[in-house]
Every structure is written in C-alpha cells, then in structure tokens.
T-cell receptor
Framework: GNSVTQMEGPVTLSEEAFLTINCTYT??????LFWYVQYPGEGLQLLLK?????DKGSNKGFEATYRKETTSFHLEKGSVQVSDSAVYFC???????????FGTGTSLTVIP | DSGVTQTPKHLITATGQRVTLRCSPR?????VYWYQQSLDQGLQFLIQ???????AKGNILERFSAQQFPDLHSELNLSSLELGDSALYFC??????????????FGPGTRLTVL
C-alpha cells in the first residue's frame, strides 16, 4: 500500500542554518509528492509539489526533488529564518485517484 | 487567509452524541476534502467531494458521513461519538477533481473534543 515515512522531530536550528527534512515513500505506480507547512494555529498550506520522477519542486527558498530510485522527496533550505518555524508534512497522492497519505509531520523551530 | 471557512471553530460534546461540521470552499472551487488530525493517528484523508458527488474515499469510519450541497458547501457528520474521535478536522478545497495536481487550500479547522 501507500505510505510516507518522515524524519522524527522536533528539529531546532539556528537562523541561517541548512535544513534537511527526510521523507521516503512507498507507493504503487507513479504518485505525486507534496510538502505542506502548518504554522501555529493555522491549517496546512502547500509548500511545493512534484508530479513525476526527477521533478524539483521549489518555493520560498525550499526545494525537494522527486527521486524514484531512492523513493525519496527530502525537503531542503539553504538558510532558514525564524519565520520558517512550523510543522512540515510530506504527503503523496496515489496514482489511482485523490487519496492522500501524510507523514507524521516534523516540527521545526528556528532560533535567532 | 486561504478563503476556506469552517464552522464552528471549537466543539465540545459527549460520547454517543452526533455533530455536524461545516465547510465553505473558496469561491470557484468545486472540490472539497475532509481530513482528521489527531495526535495518535496523525493527519488522515477522510473523503473528497466534487461538484456534489463523492470522488475519493480514505480512512473514513462508517459512523462518519459527508455531503456536498448545490451551493458547494460541505458538511461532515460524526455520530455515536467516541473519545478517540477528539481531533482537529480540516476541510480543504481545490478547483477541479484532480487533487493530486491542483493546489488544495485548507481551512483553519474545527477542534472537536469528546468528553
């Protein structure tokens, strides 16, 4: 079946540090992959997505590359800011339709 | 502000009761999705409606049901409530039925507490 495994948190980084949040998936066929961000007290917001192998999604300095050979979609940012503090969710959509599968979320805190 | 509205913001009820959560999608969006976020289960996709019809089903319990009305707002009905149903329920909307391609816009959620 489909599933997403995401690196455990919480993660605490200093401002301007490099961020990597690991995400691996199990899926049949060719899923689409997503990163969502949830700021405190808010709903989820789409951060970036990739719909086929080798696609790179990017937004607000965050990047993730759809790696079919390693079934991964790791989130990276070169220099984090305090405003990036949030919970990040990796997700996939199965190729049979609109069922979505989310990872457990990784809480990121960036300290000045 | 995503443009998706959910009411009520908070709901406290007792076991065995029934509640209705309401969602209004963004203007122009035809799809509505329901999600449950709890500490032990994480974020789970429940169900999707597109233009009034059920489109995709996830881990939705038989005690739960949803519908989408002609004005496109949606309601999630939860019955015979159990303590384990306490969670944050999110609604999201998107333009088409292709949730895997469209951006989904999430509402602020309804926090349900079952005592």
């Amino acid at each position: 079946g489909n599933s997403v495994t995401q690196m455990e948190g919480p993660v605490t980084l200093s401002e301007e540090a490099f961020l990597t949040i690991n995400c691996t998936y199990t899926a049949t066929g060719y899923p689409s992959l997503f990163w969502y961000v949830q700021y405190p007290g808010e709903g989820l917001q789409l951060l970036l997505k990739a719909t086929k192998a080798d696609d790179k999604g990017s937004n607000k300095g965050f990047e993730a590359t759809y790696r079919k050979e390693t079934t991964s979609f790791h989130l990276e940012k070169g220099s984090v800011q305090v405003s990036d503090s949030a919970v990040y969710f990796c997700a996939l959509s199965g190729n049979t339709g609109n069922q979505f599968y989310f990872g457990t979320g990784t809480s990121l805190t960036v300290i000045p | 502000d995503s443009g998706v509205t959910q009411t009520p913001k908070h709901l406290i009820t007792a076991t065995g009761q029934r509640v209705t959560l309401r969602c209004s999608p963004r203007s122009g969006d035809l799809s509505v999705y329901w999600y449950q976020q709890s500490l032990d289960q994480g974020l789970q996709f429940l169900i999707q409606y597109y233009n009034g019809e059920e489109r995709a089903k996830g881990n939705i319990l038989e005690r739960f049901s949803a519908q989408q009305f002609p004005d496109l707002h949606s309601e999630l009905n939860l019955s015979s409530l159990e303590l384990g149903d306490s969670a944050l329920y999110f609604c999201a909307s998107s333009r088409s039925y292709r949730g895997y391609q469209d951006t989904q816009y999430f509402g602020p959620g309804t926090r349900l507490t079952v005592l």
